[in-house]
Every structure is written in structure tokens, then in C-alpha cells.
């Protein structure tokens, strides 16, 4: 059975902040608890004290509690009650459910000012002839005895019944002992009879006990306790057993996931659509994989190593091989949340080839210039572009020696040599070929010119056709 531990009661006083020495208020109800103890030494400001269903046999060790004001001690099992004389503040006491014989120990609550509420229903001291009479008549400050308000008149009725009711009261209490005698000695030849027999037929025993009946006694309330306990570890032994048979068959049937020689493997457990992508120009490898779109974050790991990435959904794998080293620290995992793909960026641990760090150093360095010299040269990388065509001969490149700063090294003259205009001899010299006006150009000939009707005239006043 469980006993009262500190980090029990720590932990029951959460709403506390786990603070002991300012707790007013404590619930430690239904825990098999069989004995009270050290809650006066570890809580001694406690008002609300719960320990219905327990086996607490006893109430002890609550006299200290002075600031106490209600407690619940239902469903135990109590045959008498004790040990309260000193808690000066109680208002209410609830001991239903319990098996409280001795009514004259009642008699101990005498000194309690502030008691005004008791509920004593399912005990077996509530059969007593008189017992509300008796009851009324000892404790004057009750106001409420088993949920039933008491009135002026009713307890005048009950001094006038006082006799006849402590009579009836003290035969049926000594009735009630003799009975309480016989069922101990019962009690004790049936457990004499059971320790011989076997316990081991669980599907067969617990139908019978379930289907038997049993005396209303603390004993008969502890043998139950004590078999659900039973059962409860049993069943958890076994549930404890199938959890390991089943990680074992999960070992069993779990992926390879390595060769015997450490090389990793290609797995797709999960049967997962993917996509894997080498971005040459970012030198990195790109991995999408479709996972689920309403899954839950919480179930998706991704885990990227030198030379093999993995992505488990939800307990299962996927594992890709690469075909280069990586960089780990350098990879991103991203998730869209719109339709839930995982996209996985894993840096080259290697750089790029030469050729393709020129090729790209040019595009995104080099821009169309145009020479202020009089002839221009068309430059391209020797390795990397085809000869421009002379269609392009507009998109010009710098000198050699500026793409030889910006790490393009080596360059080739692409397309015939071109000419631009002189504007420093606009005079003209001798031995120059002169170019007739256009009027005058061999090549160029006039349209003839249309002869005028015989009926025209010119007359100045008639505006001109426009």
C-alpha cells in the first residue's frame, strides 16, 4: 500500500508551487493509503484536509493541525473515532462509508465549538434505535447532521427522549460489537482456508470473485483493495511484456540501413515520393520529399550526414545515399506549409570545377562595355563559350588585362577586326577619294519627272496640297 511521502505530497501541492509550510489546501484522496502521518510536521497551515478512499484504519497525527476546518475521511476504515479533541477549528467532518461502530466515541468531539456540520450516513452506528436523538443530545453546536438542518424543536424532542435513546443506543452498540467479533474469527478461518489453493487460474478465479459476494467489513475492503492491486500489476507486467515483444519484432522487421562493412544504404520504408536534384551552380544537392500535408511537425526528423541523408515520417525512413561529401552544418531543412513538402539543402563539401567557377565569375561579373578605342575587340572565355556571331558583335567586354584582375584568365579574339570613323581628318587631302552628294552618285537614279498637263495653270492664290 502507499504510504505519505514528502514528493507525494510535494507533488499533490503543485498549485502551491510545491511549497509545504503555506499550504492551506491538500487532496490526497484515493491513493490506498493506510496510516496518517507527518502532515502536521510538513503542512501546519492546513484548512482542507481530502483523504477519502483510503484504508486509514485510525485518525492520528491531525491534532496539530490547529487551523484545520474541514475534513473528509470517507470510504476508510474507520471503526471508531479518535484523535481530534485538539483540532479547535473544525467546521466540518464527513466520515461516510466507513465502519464506525463505537457511537459513544462520538462522545471525543464534545470540546469542538465550531463543529457544525457531521455526516456519519453508511455507517453501521446509524441502525442504532436513538441514534440521531443521542447524537443531537451531545453535540450542542451541530447544526446539520447528515445533511438534514436541526431546528430548536427537534432537539428539544431529542432531551426529552435522552434516556430512552442512550438505553436502545448502548444494546445495539453491544450488539454491534458481538457481531463485529464473529465476522474477525470468519475472516481469519477463510484466510487459514485460501493460503493452500492455487492463484495462478486468473481467467477462472477472477470470474468467480467477481461473481461471489463478500461481507461488509474493513477486511473484506482490503482484500479488494488488494486484488486490484494484484490485477493492476499483472496486467502491467503483461502489457510490459508485449511492449518488448513488439520492439523486438520491430527490431526484427526494421530496415538495413548499413552494409556489414559501414557503407550506408539506400531505404524507402516509408514509401515516400522524392525528388533528388544536383544544383550545379550552387554546387549543392537538393532533396524534396512529399511528405504528408496536415502532418504534424513533431513526427518529421531530418538528419544529414558527410555522405547520406535520412528523413523519418512517423517512425519511418527514408535514407538516400550521396554521391559526393556534404557539408552537415551547413544544411538547411525547410517545410512548406502550404503543401508540406520538406526541401533539404546540402552544401559540397568539394568547390566547384575551375570551368564553372569561370563561367560563373563572368556572368555575374562581367557587363557590356563599350571601348571609347578605335577598334574593339570581342573577348569570350576560351573553355566555356562558343565564338560569338557577328549578329552579337554589340555586347562588348572589357580589355584582357581588366578580365585578368576579375579572374577570368584566359581569352580568345572572336569575329574580323572593325574600324570605326576618324574624326581627326575631317579636312580633306590629297590622294582621298572624295564621295559625290547622293544627287550626283553613279549608282543613284532620279524618278523622272512627270510633264504638266496642257491645260495647267499657276496661280500663286490657290494654296498648296497638303
Known amino acids: ?17 510545491g511549497e509545504l509550510s503555506t499550504l492551506e489546501e491538500l487532496s490526497l484522496h484515493q491513493m490506498d493509503i493506510e496510516k496518517m502521518e507527518y502532515l502536521h510536521r510538513w503542512c501546519p497551515n492546513l ?54 461502530i463505537h457511537l459513544t466515541s462520538l462522545l471525543t468531539l464534545q470540546d469542538l465549538p465550531n463543529l457544525t456540520q457531521l455526516y456519519m450516513t453508511g455507517n453501521p452506528c446509524t441502525d442504532y434505535r436513538g441514534y440521531r436523538t443521542w447524537v443531537l443530545c451531545n453535540l450542542w453546536a451541530l447544526g446539520e447532521l447528515d445533511g438534514v438542518k436541526v431546528t430548536r424543536g427537534e432537539r428539544l424532542r431529542a432531551l426529552q427522549n435522552l434516556t430512552s435513546a442512550h438505553a436502545t ?22 484466510e487459514g482456508n485460501d493460503e493452500g489453493k492455487d492463484s495462478d487460474n486468473d481467467s477462472d478465479n477472477e470470474e468467480k470473485w467477481w461473481e461471489g459476494t463478500s461481507e461488509h467489513t474493513p477486511e473484506s475492503r482490503i482484500a479488494t483493495h488488494q486484488h486490484i492491486a494484484t490485477r493492476r500489476h499483472k496486467q502491467q507486467q503483461a502489457r510490459e511484456y508485449n511492449n518488448n515483444n513488439n520492439n523486438n519484432k520491430k527490431k526484427e522487421n526494421a530496415p538495413r540501413l548499413f552494409t556489414t562493412d559501414g557503407r550506408p544504404m539506400n531505404v524507402n520504408s516509408a514509401n515516400l515520393q522524392f525528388k533528388f536534384t544536383e544544383d550545379e551552380q550552387e554546387n549543392t544537392f537538393v532533396l524534396d520529399v512529399n511528405t504528408y500535408k496536415y502532418l504534424d511537425p513533431s513526427l518529421v526528423s531530418c538528419s544529414v550526414e558527410p555522405w547520406y ?26 517545410r512548406s506549409q502550404i503543401t508540406g513538402h520538406l526541401v533539404v539543402t546540402m552544401p559540397k563539401l568539394a568547390p566547384p570545377p575551375r570551368w564553372l567557377q569561370q ?92 510633264p504638266n498637263s496642257p491645260g495647267f495653270q499657276d496661280n500663286s492664290e490657290v494654296p498648296p496640297l497638303e
Open 169 to 190: 443506543v448502548s444494546k445495539d452498540q453491544q450488539e454491534a460489537l458481538e457481531r463485529r467479533a464473529r465476522e474477525k474469527m470468519k475472516q481469519q478461518q477463510q
Open 359 to 450: 563561367d560563373s565569375k563572368c556572368k555575374q561579373k562581367i557587363s557590356p562595355v563599350v571601348s571609347s578605342t578605335t577598334t574593339t575587340t570581342i573577348l569570350a572565355p576560351a573553355v566555356c563559350h562558343p565564338p560569338t556571331p557577328a549578329s552579337a558583335a554589340c555586347h562588348l567586354l572589357p580589355p584582357p588585362d581588366q578580365l585578368e584582375k576579375k579572374g577570368c584568365v584566359e581569352y580568345l579574339e572572336v569575329g574580323e577586326e572593325r574600324r570605326g570613323a576618324d574624326y581627326t581628318n575631317i579636312v580633306n587631302k590629297e590622294g582621298d577619294d572624295v564621295v559625290p552628294p547622293s544627287d550626283t552618285h553613279p549608282h543613284y537614279n532620279l524618278p523622272p519627272l512627270r
Open 47 to 100: 484548512r482542507i484536509l481530502y483523504l477519502q478512499g483510503n484504508l486509514i484504519a485510525k485518525i492520528e497525527n491531525v491534532g496539530r493541525l490547529r487551523g484545520l476546518e474541514y475534513l473528509n475521511l470517507a470510504l476508510n476504515n474507520l471503526e471508531s473515532v479518535s484523535g481530534l479533541e485538539r483540532c479547535e477549528a473544525l467546521q466540518k467532518l464527513d466520515l461516510t462509508a466507513n465502519f464506525i
Open 1 to 17: 500500500m502507499v504510504k505519505i511521502t514528502l514528493d507525494l505530497v510535494r507533488k499533490r501541492a503543485e498549485h502551491n508551487d
Open 309 to 334: 541523408v535520412r528523413v523519418t515520417v512517423r517512425g519511418k525512413i527514408l535514407q538516400l545515399v550521396l554521391l559526393e561529401e556534404v557539408r552537415p552544418g551547413q544544411a538547411t531543412a525547410c
